[in-house]
């Protein structure tokens, strides 16, 4: 993950929480337009929380598909050695 990603989900993290406490205090305070505004805040760090969270799970998927595949290909290369080896230890050939 690129540092601008970290940044941009930690920023999106510190929305979601600056949003909530706007919305309460301006609620408290009876501010219509602060208590707007803390809700759209909080709504748009949310958003970036969930596009990255659907980022990590791709890179997630991703890398277990291929850690699956490598695994599948050691275990067909030990069963090959595995097949390979009376016949070695016989002395024959391919």
Known sequence: MSRLETFLEWLGNKATYVGAGTTVASALAAIDWGFWCGILLGLAGLLVNIHFKRQENERQRA???????????????????????????LGADD
């Open 63 to 89: 890398r277990d598909l291929r850690e699956r595949e490598e695994h599948q290909v050691r275990l067909r290369k030990l069963a090959r050695d595995s097949d390979r080896a009376p016949l070695e230890a």
